[in-house]
């Protein structure tokens, strides 16, 4: 217990150590803050969206006169919504650069998914910090200063071999330092994650178990690299600039080379030429053969085929049938680009294991379902319920048939399909075996400790 005490005095005398811990607990702290106002915001984005149309359908609903389905259809911008996990305030992943309440018209999907507004970056916050920014940049750092020259700098001053005459053996005397330190860090990543729990109202379910296990797992790494740079007995600057150059190289430069790679494998344009190719398509179509048009749409959508030929006014089913026909001239760019961002997903995945930083990053990220992945799932769901809309409005276009109240109120709304992550299961198995094998070479390295 008297050894224990000295320990704890030593671990909390230094002035470096207790600033690191400060700043960590600070950092964790506002970025949680921070995320919570992220989520809110969010959430009442998408809270309003729908409340908003609500109004709007209210409104229509109360006019004398009602209006013609294709001015209907034009208008009504029905909201969407990516269901999110509340766990989404600490790990925001792709959240933060993608819609997560888009508004969907009854015209051409392509522009609507892809087609974002150019946004100020002037007026933009500074970074994008999150819990899970802290967990997977600064954890390690924080693990690094308080561990690596743990034994260097009892060599430097002159106490490695009084305690190594006592009656213990090094590891044992190096291991109760680290576990020591082990202890304290991980408590105060507890006690971020329960505080977080607390403040968004989130459950103590499998989920917070997870990312309590995944982050004890990553901590683990990382303090048995440290004792593995500290087994060969050099100074504390070799020590610390290792720890520092293995931190950048793990953190940063694989996973950027990673990105870099994935980059240049897929095409990152797409969107851009999807949307273009569109709009082309679109605004020629008002110079070509209407009928043609609306006979090329009929051919493919043969449940309206029945409808009346065009006249010489303005038809608003020949309108739709043209948004329509825009969207197919550009099918096999939007598919192809939905097999490679898929296919960049699942390399990402795999990419991953060569980066523990990334891999972790991407697994809070996954459970959080906010990856990549389920940003795929979300622009599905759109697409899905944008068909909906297109063939409710049909119906009246294509047989003219006048709107009702009743109509009205029954026009289809989103509906959240729940989202799975698939193909994890590998993960855990995998991240287990790694650590236990950097562990049990710190062990041995650390057993093999010499006198000097």
Known sequence: M????????????????????VLFLLSGIFAIYQGALGYKSIR??????????????????????????????????APTQWQLSPWAALFVGETSSSMVAAKIRATAL?????????VNPSQQRAGGLDLGF???????????ILTVTLISDEQHAGRWRLLNAMPRSVFSLVGKQIALRFVVIWFMVALLLISAALLLSLPFDIFFWTVLGATSLYMVFWFALAAIIMSFSKNSVFNSLTYLSSWVVLALLLPGAVHLYLSNQYHSDAPLEITLQQRMTLNDGWDQDKQATLDAFVAKESKWSNTAPLGEAFDWKWYYAQQH??????QDQVEAYRRSNAARQNQLQKLSVLSPALFFQLSLNELAKTSGNFQIKYQQQIADYHQTIRHYFYDFLFFDKQVSRQDIADFPKFEPQTMVAQGGSWKLPLSTAVV???????????????VI
Request: charged share 20%.
């Open 325 to 330: 026909m825009s969207d197919i001239a550009v």
């Open 134 to 144: 802290v967990l997977v940049y600064f954890l390690p750092l924080v693990i690094g």
């Open 436 to 450: 236990a094998l950097m562990l049990m070479i710190a062990i041995v390295r650390i057993r093999k400790v010499k």
């Open 2 to 21: 008297l050894l224990f005490k000295l320990e704890c005095k030593r671990l909390f005398a230094g002035t470096v150590n207790k600033l690191v811990l």
């Open 110 to 118: 392509q522009s609507q998914i892809y087609n974002r507004e150019i």
């Open 44 to 77: 009442i984005d998408q809270y309003k969206s729908t409340v908003v149309f609500q109004k709007e359908r209210e409104h229509v609903s109360s006019r004398e006169a009602l209006p013609e389905p294709g001015s209907l259809a034009y208008y009504a911008s």
